[in-house]
């Protein structure tokens, strides 16, 4: 059921992480769902300072590009002035995401906490919010999402025991 509804599909994956040479779940979702579908891999700010925006295209993948950005200051700000980051950030990717100018299937939140307080202002028809790691200071709300997807049973526990439906996702290969 879920591959066939992730096929010929635009799908936008929120990522905490930059794309570098060290791949955990998320850049492997990327790979994976780039098979079937068109999807953008909106990295976290790079460093630096500048409004630079690179888009790479993975050669052998054509149907994932990567979008990697800068904000305008540096980034320790992230950690000391997080309200005018995330405030910076949110209207560095609306433009980014209307220069892009596709309307998305599907928007997957693997966890952006430090980035933005939900992922309601991509306009996509299906999203889900994905949490991977079990932060004490996790709170159970859907970040906006219609769906919540985890690879933790203790985490999907979580929430089910505060009223969320959350579905558990297989994240190993023999299973």
Not at 54 to 73: A, D, H, N
Not at 97 to 110: E, K, R, S
Request: aromatic share 18%; with cysteine.
């Amino acid at each position: 059921m879920i591959h066939t509804f992730f096929n010929n599909k635009k799908i936008l994956i929120l990522s905490p992480q930059p794309w570098n040479y060290f791949f955990i779940s998320k850049h492997h979702y990327a790979l994976e769902l780039a098979k079937d579908n068109d999807v953008w891999f909106l990295a976290s700010p790079q460093p630096g300072i500048g409004w630079k925006k690179l888009e790479l295209i993975i050669p052998t993948q054509t149907r994932l590009k990567v979008i990697q950005y800068q904000l305008p200051f540096p980034a320790l700000f992230r950690f000391h002035m997080k309200k005018l980051y995330r405030f910076v950030n949110y209207f560095r990717v609306k433009k980014i995401l209307n220069q892009i100018g596709t309307q998305f299937d599907v928007c997957i939140d693997f966890g952006c906490y430090a980035l933005y307080d939900s992922a309601e202002f991509v306009k996509a028809k299906h999203s889900i919010f994905f949490p991977v790691d079990n932060f004490g200071h996790l709170r159970f709300t859907k970040r906006g999402a219609q769906h919540v997807f985890t690879v933790s049973d203790v985490i999907r526990q979580k929430f089910l025991n505060s009223g969320i439906n959350c579905h558990f996702i297989n994240h190993g290969l023999a299973q």
